[in-house]
Every structure is written in structure tokens, then in C-alpha cells.
């Protein structure tokens, strides 16, 4: 199943490789699909994506991202693309700056300098009304999972049916129970978080994360904090949402165990260069990458 394509009235945002005469102007309808060839710049799509007849962009394009708090710099000039129902891993040691990247990827950080492409649609340049529309495909899994813990678990799932969407309280019902049972916590929708495990509240966090059906899930360490059964249960659960729904997932970890359960695309971020070092398959980074750093760190891991 492939990831809807978006559709916006875009009056400010730049397009990917766009001519110049057609930059800014009137608003327009802009379906991202169906943008031809001779309008793509090269350097923006170079990641790999879909052989298709139809021609298509890139999900995700991130071209020369600085990423920093104040004047301190923690990745310099990161590029990557990532295209529909791709996984990509983002790893590296900890404090390297896998979260804070995460952060710009969602818009929490105004990005600058460097850009963020979704659909071909500039994010870093998007007024308010295309902020809520990009922002609305993606489910983010924090860290901790997130939750309110004065609300029960099926409210904290309903929090953005009831904030983005105007539908009837019995239909919020439906949709939140579906997708409890997506994660097999329906029986847990009246417990409050403080009365179900760390495992679980990832869950139920997971659930929350897929409410809206999103285009693009954003995992921040899933597996952190959790014991290996249940690291490994959300691992396939991922996967399973993946190959499910054709879901884009990006996924932050230093858990070599889910890296190589997951085994998709990983981009390693490296505090001492600032800048990417490796972007490959897991394990072929692992057994092939030229360098030594890499594969130390893909090695502690047997299989
Ligand atoms: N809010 C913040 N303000 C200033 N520095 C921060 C902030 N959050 C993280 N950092 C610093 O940025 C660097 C990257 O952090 P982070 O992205 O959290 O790393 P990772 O997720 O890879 O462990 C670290 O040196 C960290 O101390
Ligand atoms: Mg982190």
C-alpha cells in the first residue's frame, strides 16, 4: 500500500527543484506524484526510492541541515533522502545528536540553515496552515512514551482525534479501540498509565503515534528502558506496521538488537566529525563499511 500523496495549497513553500519563475506567487494545488522529471534538480533527489513508471519523489529529503542549540553546532551539512515505506535507522553513540536530529525532522527546531523536503514540499519554509498539514502525517514515540498520567489510556490515545479531527465521540470510541487492539492493549483502555508496565505505556504511546494513520512514524530509542522480551515485541511490531499499512518509519537507536531485528537502511551520526559517516544496510555496513569505527559499532552484535 503506498503512502497517500499529499495535497496543499502551497503560497509560500518552495518545491524541490521548482524553476525559479514558479517559486512563491499565487497559491496553487500541488499533488506531489505527479510533479515530472524535468522539474526534479538532481541534487535534490538522489537518495533511492521507488522504480515506478510513475515518477516519484523522494518521501523525505534532508539537504545540508545544520542542527544546533544556540552556536552550538551538533551535526554539520547532513543530506539524506528516504523514500515511501522506507525504514531508516538512525544510530551512533549516545549524545551524537540522534534525538536532536529527530527534533528538526519534525519541526520542534525551525531548521536553518539547510532544508527539509516532505513530498517535495519544503517543511523549513512552510507557513502555519502547511506546518499543520505536513505535521499531521506524522506519529512520534517519544522517548518515555509520553503520556498524560491523569488521563486513562484511552484518552491519551484520543488526544489527537480530539484535537485534529471533529468526529462524534462514539467514532473516537471506535477508532481508539481499534487501534488498542492494533498493539493488543485492549483491555487495558480505563488504566492509567502509572498502572501498566514501562512495555506497555510504549504501547499504548505506539498507539497514540498511529491515531491519525500517519504517512511517517518517528521512533525515539523504542526499545530503551524496556526488558528484551518486550524490546523485541515492538521491534515486530514495527515491522509488522511497515510491510502492514507501507508506513515511512524512522527509527533512533543505539539498541544493536533492534538494529539488526529491524535490519533496515541505517545512517550512522558521528560527534567527532559532526557529519554522517556511514548510510548502508546494517549489515553490510557491518561486515564491509571501510570504516573501522563503523564496524565496531555494528560488531558487538552476533547473530
Ligand atoms: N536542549 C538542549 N540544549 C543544549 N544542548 C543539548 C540539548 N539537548 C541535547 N543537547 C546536547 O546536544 C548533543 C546531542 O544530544 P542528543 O541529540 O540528545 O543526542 P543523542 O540522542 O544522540 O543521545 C549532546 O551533546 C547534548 O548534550
Ligand atoms: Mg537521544
Known amino acids: 500500500m503506498k503512502a497517500p500523496a499529499l495535497h496543499f495549497s502551497l503560497p509560500r513553500a518552495r518545491v524541490a527543484g521548482e524553476p525559479e519563475g514558479l517559486k512563491g506567487g499565487e497559491p496553487k494545488i500541488f499533488q506531489a506524484a505527479t510533479i515530472s522529471h ?7 533527489v538522489t537518495g533511492p526510492y521507488f522504480s515506478s513508471d510513475i515518477p516519484m519523489l523522494p518521501f523525505l529529503r534532508v539537504e545540508n541541515l545544520e542542527t544546533r542549540y544556540g552556536d552550538y553546532v551538533v551535526m554539520r551539512d547532513i543530506s539524506f533522502g528516504l523514500k515511501h515505506g522506507e525504514i531508516l535507522l538512525i544510530i551512533g553513540g549516545s549524545g551524537c545528536g540522534k534525538s536532536t536530529l529527530l527534533k528538526y525532522l519534525i519541526g520542534l527546531i525551525p531548521s536553518d540553515p539547510g532544508h527539509i523536503f516532505y513530498q ?12 499543520e498539514q505536513i505535521s499531521r502525517q506524522f506519529g512520534t514515540l517519544f522517548q518515555n512514551g509520553a503520556l498524560w498520567s491523569s488521563m486513562t489510556i484511552a484518552e491519551n490515545v484520543a488526544l489527537p482525534l480530539k484535537k485534529h479531527t471533529s468526529l462524534s465521540p462514539d467514532a473516537i470510541a ?5 487501534k488498542l487492539a492494533l498493539v493488543g492493549l485492549e483491555s487495558c483502555q480505563n488504566l492509567y498509565p502509572s498502572e501498566i508496565s514501562g512495555g506497555m505505556r510504549k ?8 491515531i491519525l494513520d500517519p504517512s511517517i512514524l518517528f521512533f525515539d530509542e523504542p526499545s530503551a528502558g524496556l526488558d528484551p522480551i518486550s524490546a523485541r515485541h515492538l521491534d515486530e511490531l514495527i515491522l509488522n506496521i511497515n510491510q502492514s499499512f507501507g508506513a515511512t518509519i524512522v527509527i533512533i537507536t543505539h539498541d544493536l538488537e533492534s538494529i539488526f531485528t529491524i535490519n533496515g537502511r541505517v545512517i550512522f551520526l558521528d560527534a567527532e566529525t559532526k557529519s554522517i559517516l556511514a548510510d548502508g544496510p546494517a549489515k553490510e555496513l557491518r561486515d564491509h563499511s571501510d570504516k573501522e569505527k563503523i564496524r565496531k559499532f555494528l560488531s558487538f552484535h552476533s547473530d
Not at 517535495?120 to 506546518?131: H, K, R
Not at 471506535?174 to 481499534?178: A, G
Not at 504501547?203 to 498511529?210: D, H, K, P, S, V
Open 38 to 44: 524535468a522539474n526534479l534538480a538532481n541534487k535534490v
Open 120 to 131: 517535495g514540499i519544503d517543511f523549513t519554509l512552510a507557513s502555519a496552515i502547511q506546518y
Open 174 to 178: 471506535d477508532l481508539v479501540s481499534l
Open 203 to 210: 504501547l499504548a504511546g505506539l498507539a497514540r503515534a498511529m
